[in-house]
């Protein structure tokens, strides 16, 4: 029991500094540097707020005044007030309370712009942040979970930024002028009571919202999960439809979903019984100060008007009080939601710029690996010692088994990951010294599956350049042999390709990219096995596309299918991460060792197939 009374309390702790961690992480936020229409505008939203508090702490006296006017009591030391008559006093307790609205809507209308700002640019940092993120993080997250994440947590900066501004600091105030009033104007006992009772009140309400809060995050996580499969199961629409999944998807998610229903449920519950006890508690700290104002007034030290002036401000009170445990719980929500948020903007990018690193320069594209060592775990070496050279111009092929690190190769050269020994480098630059937006200007990729955003054709084949004309994205497109077929749709460029690009065939699809590649005009082509995912006849008339998009480039491709690399000018054949033969396709076939036996075997398969 001790043990998980120490482990809640330093839970309690840890979430207590994760919590301030994420103000001070919002604060500069809302007083940005170097934007005094900002500051400015700050500095206007409280004094609008503090005059919406004044007046709604000086309201009840007219509503006092103009009973005390109708009771005939004009003896008093207001009796200033009572010359205005009762139906003077009410239509200036009224406009009273259409100015108190009308400060809080200006002090609203003035802070949305600063608010609103601070999202967009909140928003902006962590979707920056995440394309920086190193492809090894992008695998293994869930891209569910990920959007949740960023979607709260931008959603609890804005509950922040509005309630704890605009909620909590204003009730305090009201809260604090409240109680001045009850000591100066009646007694200090009246002071004493709201003291207790808000003690009480704001006690009963926090330690039920922790309880609460525990269950909310169970809740989430749920959510989360639930979430995560719902967009799992969708973005593998076909395999579901492949292997009659529909029931199966079904009931994961419905399982999901009854996890968060029980969770949801018992949220309910608590809810229930918060609402009940803060009631109790107002409802009797209520009761006793009306009934010592009542006493007062048969006693003759006070006047009816000082009754109902009582009544109004614990009622005053009352309504914003209702909401403490609400603001309270979604507060601690949305740090928790920010935390996760700011996690993961503090969530290391594992490739960066070098200070000051310079621009590649490519004036040959002559590219070298030298003695590259790479493993994706420490324990198990993927590269070891390997090194190669591709002169300006030429086509380099890689071929070899699955596992012989013929991706990983690509994605070192396109610096997903930096290398662990060695080095990469184009006309004698390493590429680490190098920017990466000008490594991957430099770099044009056409991949095993390439995927299309969920826009136009002519949109996605322009994403190789922004900015290119029509004509050179209809050029682009000649050059990839698909313009015919586009032409051909009855909304021709304009044709929306569906998510990931699943309108087109994967033949469309990969003259798309082809297209885009070619737009982008690279010096340097990274072919990623981009035939393997096409019959036979779609590929022979893609090789021959990408065989013209090589010339004058220099060509890196990685391939499975050994009869789409038999023009390279030279071929090496990787085994275990190391460099086993390489040659020309006519040299190694006759020196009979690795590669004439994969290209015999692939014959034979295709005999097969045949």
């Known amino acids: 029991m001790a043990s998980q009374d120490t482990d809640t309390a330093a839970l309690a702790a840890r979430e207590r500094r994760s919590g301030w961690r994420t103000i001070r992480k919002v604060a500069p936020y809302l007083w940005p540097e170097g934007q005094s229409w900002a500051k400015r505008r700050v500095v206007w939203a409280l004094l609008a707020l503090l005059a919406a508090k004044l007046v709604a702490v000086g309201t009840p006296f007219l509503y006092k005044a103009a009973v005390d006017a109708l009771a005939g009591e004009s003896d008093r030391a207001d009796a200033w007030f009572l010359g205005a008559g009762a139906v003077g006093l009410t239509v200036a307790y009224g406009a009273a309370?259409?100015?108190?609205?009308?400060?809080?809507?200006?002090?609203?209308?003035?802070?949305?712009?600063?608010?609103?700002?601070?999202?967009?640019?909140?928003?902006?940092?962590?979707?920056?942040?995440?394309?920086?993120?190193?492809?090894?993080?992008?695998?293994?997250?869930?891209?569910?979970?990920?959007?949740?994440?960023?979607?709260?947590?931008?959603?609890?900066?804005?509950?922040?930024?509005?309630?704890?501004?605009?909620?909590?600091?204003?009730?305090?105030?009201?809260?604090?002028?409240?109680?001045?009033?009850?000591?100066?104007?009646?007694?200090?006992?009246?002071?004493?009571?709201?003291?207790?009772?808000?003690?009480?009140?704001?006690?009963?309400?926090?330690?039920?919202?922790?309880?609460?809060?525990?269950?909310?995050?169970?809740?989430?996580?749920?959510?989360?999960?639930?979430?995560?499969?719902?967009?799992?199961?969708?973005?593998?629409?076909?395999?579901?439809?492949?292997?009659?999944?529909?029931?199966?998807?079904?009931?994961?998610?419905?399982?999901?979903?009854?996890?968060?229903?029980?969770?949801?449920?018992?949220?309910n519950y608590s809810l229930a019984a918060l609402n009940f006890g803060q009631s109790l508690i107002i409802t009797t700290g209520l009761v006793i100060v009306m009934v010592m104002a009542a006493r007062g007034a048969m006693a003759g030290t006070l006047t009816v008007g000082d009754f109902v002036l009582v009544n109004a401000y614990m009622i005053q009170i009352t309504m914003p009080l209702n909401f403490l445990g609400t603001v309270y719980r979604e507060i601690r929500q949305a740090l928790v939601d920010m935390g996760e948020m700011f996690d993961l903007l503090e969530q290391p990018a594992e490739v960066e710029d070098r200070p000051g690193a310079p621009a590649l320069k490519v004036d040959a594209g002559r590219l070298e690996f030298e003695?590259?060592?790479?493993?994706?775990?420490?324990?198990?070496?993927?590269?070891?010692?390997?090194?190669?050279?591709?002169?300006?111009?030429?086509?380099?092929?890689?071929?070899?088994?699955?596992?012989?690190?013929?991706?990983?190769?690509?994605?070192?050269?396109?610096?997903?990951?930096?290398?662990?020994?060695?080095?990469?480098?184009?006309?004698?630059?390493?590429?680490?010294?190098?920017?990466?937006?000008?490594?991957?200007?430099?770099?044009?990729?056409?991949?095993?599956?390439t995927v299309l955003f969920n826009d136009t054709i002519r949109y996605n084949i322009a994403y190789g350049r922004p900015g290119a004309g029509f004509a050179e994205i209809e050029a682009a497109a000649r050059a990839a042999k698909i313009h015919d077929f586009i032409s051909a749709l009855p909304e021709g460029y304009e044709t929306a390709v569906?998510?990931?690009?699943?309108?087109?065939?994967?033949?469309?699809?990969?003259?798309?990219?082809?297209?885009?590649?070619?737009?982008?005009?690279?010096?340097?082509?990274?072919?990623?096995?981009?035939?393997?995912?096409?019959?036979?006849?779609?590929?022979?008339?893609?090789?021959?596309?990408?065989?013209?998009?090589?010339?004058?480039?220099?060509?890196?491709?990685?391939?499975?299918?050994?009869?789409?690399?038999?023009?390279?000018?030279?071929?090496?054949?990787?085994?275990?991460?190391?460099?086993?033969?390489?040659?020309?396709?006519?040299?190694?076939?006759?020196?009979?060792?690795?590669?004439?036996?994969?290209?015999?075997?692939?014959?034979?398969?295709?005999?097969?197939?045949?």
């Open 97 to 267: 309370r259409a100015s108190n609205v009308g400060f809080q809507q200006l002090r609203d209308a003035v802070f949305a712009r600063v608010g609103q700002r601070a999202l967009r640019r909140l928003a902006l940092e962590t979707f920056q942040h995440i394309h920086a993120l190193s492809l090894r993080y992008h695998i293994t997250r869930k891209t569910g979970g990920l959007s949740r994440i960023i979607e709260r947590g931008v959603k609890g900066v804005d509950f922040l930024l509005r309630f704890m501004l605009f909620s909590v600091g204003p009730l305090i105030l009201e809260l604090t002028l409240t109680g001045i009033v009850l000591a100066v104007v009646f007694d200090i006992s009246y002071l004493l009571v709201l003291a207790v009772t808000i003690a009480v009140y704001v006690t009963f309400t926090f330690k039920v919202t922790e309880w609460r809060v525990k269950i909310r995050k169970v809740m989430n996580d749920q959510d989360t999960d639930a979430n995560q499969k719902a967009i799992d199961s969708l973005l593998n629409f076909e395999t579901v439809k492949y292997f009659g999944a529909e029931s199966r998807e079904a009931a994961r998610y419905d399982g999901a979903m009854e996890r968060y229903e029980a969770a949801a449920i018992r949220t």
């Open 371 to 449: 003695d590259v060592m790479f493993g994706y775990d420490a324990a198990r070496p993927i590269l070891k010692g390997l090194s190669f050279t591709v002169e300006p111009g030429q086509t380099l092929a890689l071929v070899g088994p699955s596992g012989a690190g013929k991706s990983t190769i690509g994605r070192l050269l396109f610096r997903f990951y930096d290398v662990g020994g060695g080095a990469i480098r184009i006309d004698g630059q390493d590429i680490r010294d190098v920017t990466q937006d000008s490594l991957h200007a430099a770099i044009g990729v056409v991949p095993q599956d």
């Open 498 to 610: 569906g998510e990931r690009g699943l309108k087109l065939s994967g033949g469309e699809k990969q003259r798309v990219g082809i297209a885009r590649t070619l737009l982008k005009d690279p010096p340097i082509l990274l072919l990623d096995e981009a035939t393997s995912a096409l019959d036979t006849e779609t590929e022979q008339g893609i090789l021959a596309e990408l065989r013209a998009m090589g010339e004058g480039r220099t060509v890196l491709t990685i391939a499975h299918r050994l009869s789409t690399v038999v023009h390279a000018d030279q071929i090496l054949v990787l085994e275990d991460g190391q460099v086993v033969e390489s040659g020309r396709h006519e040299a190694l076939l006759s020196r009979g060792g690795r590669y004439a036996g994969l290209w015999q075997r692939q014959a034979a398969e295709r005999e097969d197939a045949a």
